[in-house]
C-alpha cells in the first residue's frame, strides 16, 4: 500500500482557513467571555461600604452635600470618580443619602434649604426634603443609598446603582394612613 505525503492545493487552503477561522473565534470569544465573567470578577468590589463623613459633619435638621470615591476606578478616571450625594440628617442615627441625580433623566439635582426643596435645573423637576416627588416630569422621589452608622461614622452601601429595581424604603415606613399624613404633609401638599 502506497501513502501519498504530497498535500493538495486544495487541503492545504481548507487546513489554512480552519486554522484562521480558529483564530478569529479565540479572539471574539475574550470579550465575550468578560461579559459574562465580570459579577464574579468585581464582586469583590462591588457591593463595598464607605466612609462619607463623621457624624458631627452632618446636623440634625439639615442636608448637607457629600463626597465619596468610586470604589470601581480606572487611572484616568480623576476627578469623575469623586461622587457626589446629598445626605440628610433626620435624627440622632437616622439618614437619608440621596443620589444627585434626578429620577427624570439624571441631571444633577440642588437643594434649596430655603423652600425645603431639591430643584433640578434641567426640566424642572422639584423634590420634597424626603425625597419624594414634588411635581415636574420625574414620576418618582429621588434615588437613596443603603446607609449604616458604625462607630460615629456613616457609612453608605456602593456598587449597586440606586435605581428602580434596587430595593428602596419600604412603604410602610412612608405611609402613615391612621393620620392622612404622606412623609410628614397632607396627601394634597
Same mark, same amino acid.
Given at each position: ?33 468578560? &461579559? ?91 423634590? &420634597? ?17 443603603? &446607609? ?42
Amino acid at each position: 500500500m502506497i501513502v501519498d505525503d504530497t498535500l493538495s492545493r486544495r487541503s492545504m487552503l481548507a487546513k489554512i482557513g480552519m486554522l484562521f477561522n480558529g483564530a478569529v473565534g479565540a479572539i471574539l470569544a475574550v470579550p465575550i467571555l468578560r &461579559y459574562i465573567l465580570s459579577p464574579v470578577i468585581r464582586s469583590a468590589g462591588r457591593e463595598s461600604w464607605l466612609h462619607l463623613g463623621d457624624l458631627e459633619q452632618f446636623p440634625a435638621g439639615e442636608t448637607r452635600l457629600a463626597k465619596f470615591r468610586n470604589p470601581v476606578v480606572n487611572a484616568s478616571d480623576g476627578e469623575t470618580a469623586n461622587i457626589p450625594c446629598w445626605v440628610r440628617r433626620i435624627a440622632a442615627n437616622q439618614f437619608q443619602v440621596f443620589a444627585i441625580n434626578c429620577a427624570h433623566l439624571g441631571c444633577p439635582v440642588r437643594w434649596f434649604p430655603q423652600s425645603g426643596l431639591f430643584m433640578c435645573p434641567c426640566h424642572g423637576g422639584a423634590y &420634597y426634603a424626603d425625597g419624594a416627588r414634588a411635581s415636574g416630569p420625574p414620576e418618582r422621589g429621588l434615588f437613596e443609598y443603603a &446607609y449604616k452608622v458604625e462607630d460615629g461614622k456613616l457609612m453608605i452601601q456602593v456598587g449597586n446603582m440606586p435605581t428602580p429595581g434596587a430595593p428602596g424604603p419600604k412603604k410602610s415606613e412612608l405611609i402613615n394612613i391612621s393620620s392622612g399624613v404622606y412623609n410628614g404633609r397632607p396627601p394634597c401638599a
